[in-house]
Every structure is written in structure tokens, then in C-alpha cells.
């Protein structure tokens, strides 16, 4: 198999380091000369990556290609490139649905996916919509698929997903207010990642009792916890988390 990705980008990167870490037997992978500096340390890395500077010729060169473009950007170029009826398309753009992306490329071989950084390590969920063989022997080897139907419903993804930047935020917070407080950094950094690592996967391992016994299992009566999420949830933290997702989400479902 061949891969194309138009758009050298985050995501992009993080699903090449995935690939080349992973059991997956990919021929080439030729990716766009933008970003410059990504794709020049992804094909110095990798042999079999390519660096090519037409979008077209990416293409035409792969049998699968990924979209890997920010929303504006693949609304400018997308409907200019052509795919021919058999080239499988992956889109991994947030905001372009699969009517709109239909039309852009004129193909109906094409699928949406939310692979997230994590890929990189073959971690965490990988949303295909709708369920697709070939997208799904791709990324079973990445992380978990999950193939959702109806593509409504996978727009709720998108939304959760985008928790992640602030889900980093509370590390970065939570490490720097150590720092602040004369922790070392290296000392404060591997606190708070083996907090939440072994928060996430204790939740993991025991989320199907469901994550509201988690909340109070973890709280002493009158305890330090139960002091945190009361003030939080007093400053009305939750409300605007939740607030936040449905913006998201109204922004991903239009
Ligand atoms: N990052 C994530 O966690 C994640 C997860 C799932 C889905 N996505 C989606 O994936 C898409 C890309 O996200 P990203 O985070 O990877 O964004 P990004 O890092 O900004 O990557 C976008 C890439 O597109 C390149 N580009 C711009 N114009 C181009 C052109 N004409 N031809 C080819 N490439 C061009 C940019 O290069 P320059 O830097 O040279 O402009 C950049 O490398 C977005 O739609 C995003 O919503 C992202």
C-alpha cells in the first residue's frame, strides 16, 4: 500500500511516527512539502517517506490519501485536485462534512476518521465514520476503532475530542503551580504526568461501573477532594465545560 498525505501537519506526524512504530507494511508514504520542517524531519527519519511538492502527483502516486488540511485550506483546494473513482480518501479535516467532501473531490470512496496525537504511541480512540474495511486495517494497527454510522453522531466525537488541549492545560497548570511553588521541574512534570496517567488508566480499567462512582470513591467526607470539587464546581467550572462542548459542537455539526 501506498499513502498520500496532503497536508504535513500535527496529526499527520503523529500518524507517520504511529505507522513506522507499529506492524502496518506500507511501500511509501508520500507526504506534502507543507509543513516544511515537519516533512523534512519525517522523510530524514523514514526512508520510505517521500517528499513531494504537488498535491496532484501525491495523489496520483498513493492508493490511499489522507486530507490533512485545516477547514480553510481544503475548502480552497480540494475541489481543484482529482481522484480517480478507485482512490480511497480519508478525510481527517474537522469541519467539511461528507456531503460537501463528496462533491469537492467528486468521489464517493471516501471516509472521515479522528485519529488523535496519541496515535503516535498506537494509543487511544479512533473514530471512522461510516464503517469502512480499509480505514479500519489501517488504523486497527494505530490504536482502538471505533466505526460510527451515522455521521450526526460522530460530530459528538469530534466535540469530546477537543477536550484535549484543555485536558493538557490542567497538567501544565497543575505542574507550574509546583513550580511556583519550588518543586523542581522535572519533579513537578512526572508528578502530574503519572497523576493522570494513573488516574486515566484506573478509570479505564474500571469504567464500566461508570465514572460517577469514580467521582465519589474519591472523596473523603469533609476531605481535600471533596473541598477542590465543590469550589470548582461553585466557580461553575463544570457548567462552562460543558458549555464549551456544546459550542463545539454546534460549530462541528453545521
Ligand atoms: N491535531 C489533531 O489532534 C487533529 C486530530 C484529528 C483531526 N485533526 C484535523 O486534521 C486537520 C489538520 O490538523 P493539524 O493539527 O495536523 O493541522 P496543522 O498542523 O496546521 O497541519 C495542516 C498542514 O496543512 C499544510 N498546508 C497548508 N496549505 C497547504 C497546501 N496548499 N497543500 C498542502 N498542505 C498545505 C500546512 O502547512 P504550512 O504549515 O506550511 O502552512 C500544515 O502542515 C484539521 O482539519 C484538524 O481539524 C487534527
Known sequence: MNLGF???????????YGIFSSKLKIKRIYISSRNKNIAKKLALRFRSVKILRDNQEIINKSSTVL??????????????????????I?????????NELKKMTRSKNIVRAIPLPPIEIKRGPIIICPPNKSAKNLFRHLGTVIEIKNEKLSYKF???????A???????????????KK???????KYVADLFLS???????KRSKGFRKLVAESQTPSGLNMQFLKELKKGKFFIKFIKALENVNKRVSK
Do not use: C, H, Q
Open 6 to 16: 496532503i497536508g504535513t501537519g500535527k496529526i499527520s506526524s503523529s500518524i507517520i
Open 67 to 88: 486530507l490533512a488540511l485545516t477547514p480553510n485550506v481544503g475548502n480552497k483546494i480540494i475541489n481543484k485536485l482529482k481522484f480517480s473513482k478507485k482512490k480511497k
Open 90 to 98: 480519508i478525510s481527517l479535516i474537522s469541519t467539511i462534512n461528507l
Open 158 to 164: 469530534w466535540s469530546t475530542a477537543s477536550i484535549m
Open 166 to 180: 484543555s485536558f493538557y492545560e490542567l497538567l501544565n497548570v497543575s505542574a507550574g503551580w509546583l513550580m511556583r
Open 183 to 189: 518543586i523542581n521541574k522535572n519533579m513537578a512534570n
Open 199 to 205: 488516574l486515566s488508566e484506573d478509570a479505564s480499567n
